[in-house]
């Protein structure tokens, strides 16, 4: 069992930790939000907030070898009136900038969190 695994989970006024295993328990909750609409929200460990996309979350799928998978269909039309999509870099916690060979790839790491963004349209020429 690995060192993520031993952890107890973090606990606050809003959090509950969950006391099943955690990839049992993981599969349980998102297998049953399929199909809802959701925000994904990455976050640093010292709190502040990286990223956020919405969508809706597609079914569990075997399509990323070993990795649980569900994908997330992303809302065009989401109001940002609850989740604004977006990058937040916040440049005091910032310790890390690469950009891959060719410019289409860049990574950026702040408190701890590393934040890999791929070009997906064609590079200018």
Request: glycine share 8%; net charge positive.
């Given at each position: 069992?690995?060192?993520?695994?031993?952890?107890?989970?973090?606990?606050?006024?809003?959090?509950?930790?969950?006391?099943?295993?955690?990839?049992?328990?993981?599969?349980?909750?998102?297998?049953?939000?399929?199909?809802?609409?959701?925000?994904?929200r990455i976050v640093a460990r010292t709190?502040?907030?990286?990223?956020?996309?919405?969508?809706?979350?597609?079914?569990?799928?075997?399509?990323?070898?070993?990795?649980?998978?569900?994908?997330?269909?992303?809302?065009?039309?989401?109001?940002?009136?609850?989740?604004?999509?977006?990058?937040?870099?916040?440049?005091?916690?910032?310790?890390?900038?690469?950009?891959?060979?060719?410019?289409?790839?860049?990574?950026?790491?702040?408190?701890?969190?590393?934040?890999?963004?791929?070009?997906?349209?064609?590079?200018?020429?």
């Amino acid at each position: 069992m690995s060192d993520v695994k031993r952890a107890v989970p973090a606990t606050n006024s809003y959090c509950r930790a969950m006391g099943r295993e955690l990839g049992a328990e993981l599969v349980d909750v998102l297998d049953r939000w399929r199909g809802r609409h959701i925000a994904v929200r990455i976050v640093a460990r010292t709190a502040e907030l990286v990223a956020v996309f919405s969508g809706e979350l597609g079914g569990r799928s075997a399509a990323k070898g070993s990795s649980l998978f569900w994908p997330v269909e992303l809302d065009r039309a989401a109001t940002p009136k609850l989740e604004q999509p977006g990058i937040y870099a916040h440049p005091e916690l910032l310790s890390d900038l690469r950009v891959h060979s060719g410019g289409f790839v860049i990574e950026f790491t702040q408190a701890g969190v590393t934040v890999n963004l791929r070009r997906l349209d064609a590079p200018a020429q």
